[in-house]
C-alpha cells in the first residue's frame, strides 16, 4: 500500500531554470496538498487541489509558482525561473477530503538553487 | 483564521525522562489537532489526532496528548524518553475555510534525548 510518492527527492537548479515536483497521493486519496518548509521554519501551506481544480492557492507566491493535479496522473508543482529564496523542501500530501480526515505527507522534494 | 503555538524551539531531556511538548491553539470553530513527527531529512508522520471524541488521545511510540478546551491546548507527552524519539514535532490545526480544508502548523520543536 504505497504512501504518497514524490520525485524526484532532491533537484539542484541554477538561478532562473525551472523546477518541477511530482507527486502521486496515496491509492484512493482525490484531494493534494503542498507545503514548503525553509530551514529553521515550519511548514507553511501552499496550495489545495482536487483533480483538475484549484481550491486554495491562497499559500502561493503570485508569481512564478504554478500547480496542476489532471485527471490522469501526478501533481505538479512548477517553479520558474527559480531564485536562491525557493530553496527549500516542499512536501506533498494527500487525503480522502472529508472534513478531519487524515492528512498523509510525502518524503519531500528538496530543492537547491545554486 | 487558525492559528497554533509551538513555545520554544528546541527541548532536551535525558532518555527516559519524561516528554511534553506545548501546543497551544487558536481557532473559532471545534477543532482538528494533529501531532506530526519529523525525522531528518524525512517527511512528516501522524502521531496522533483528536477529532472531537475522547480529549485523551493516543497514538504510535507510546505519544499520547490531552485536548483542554479551558486552555486552548493540546499538549504532547510522553512518560519515558527513547533516543529513537529524537526528531521534530509539529502541532497543527485544521482550518476549514470557503470549502477548503487546510493544515496549519506551528513553528515546531526538536527533541532531544540525552543518553
Known amino acids: 500500500n504505497a504512501g504518497v510518492m514524490q520525485n524526484p527527492r532532491h533537484l539542484v537548479r541554477r538561478r532562473g531554470q525551472e523546477a518541477r515536483l511530482r507527486c502521486s497521493p496515496m491509492?484512493?486519496?482525490?484531494?493534494v496538498y503542498w507545503y514548503r518548509q525553509l530551514p529553521e521554519e515550519g511548514l507553511k501551506f501552499m496550495v489545495y487541489?482536487?483533480?483538475?481544480?484549484?481550491?486554495?492557492e491562497s499559500g502561493m507566491p503570485k508569481e512564478r509558482f504554478s500547480a496542476e493535479f489532471p485527471k490522469e496522473g501526478p501533481s505538479i508543482l512548477r517553479i520558474q525561473q527559480v531564485v536562491r529564496g525557493d530553496s527549500a523542501a516542499y512536501f506533498c500530501?494527500?487525503?480522502?477530503?472529508?472534513?478531519?480526515?487524515?492528512?498523509?505527507f510525502g518524503e519531500g522534494s528538496w530543492l537547491t538553487v545554486v | 483564521a487558525q492559528s497554533v503555538t509551538q513555545l520554544g524551539s528546541h527541548v532536551s531531556v535525558s532518555e527516559g525522562a519524561l516528554v511534553l511538548l506545548r501546543c497551544n491553539y487558536s481557532?473559532?470553530?471545534?477543532?482538528?489537532l494533529f501531532w506530526y513527527v519529523q525525522y531528518p531529512n524525512q517527511g512528516l508522520q501522524l502521531l496522533l489526532k483528536?477529532?472531537?471524541?475522547?480529549?485523551l488521545v493516543k497514538g504510535i511510540n507510546g505519544f499520547e496528548a490531552e485536548f483542554k478546551k479551558s486552555e486552548t491546548s493540546f499538549h504532547l507527552t510522553k512518560p519515558s524518553a527513547h533516543m529513537s524519539d529524537a526528531a521534530e514535532y509539529f502541532c497543527?490545526?485544521?482550518?476549514?475555510?470557503?470549502?477548503?480544508?487546510?493544515?496549519?502548523f506551528g513553528k515546531g520543536m526538536k527533541l532531544t534525548v540525552n543518553p
Open positions: 487541489l482536487q483533480k483538475e481544480n484549484i481550491i486554495d
Open positions: 483528536y477529532t472531537s471524541a475522547a480529549t
Open positions: 500530501a494527500s487525503s480522502q477530503g472529508a472534513s478531519g480526515n487524515t492528512i498523509y
Open positions: 491509492k484512493g486519496h482525490s484531494h
Open positions: 497543527a490545526v485544521s482550518d476549514v475555510k470557503g470549502g477548503s480544508e487546510k493544515l496549519v
Open positions: 481557532s473559532s470553530v471545534p477543532p482538528y
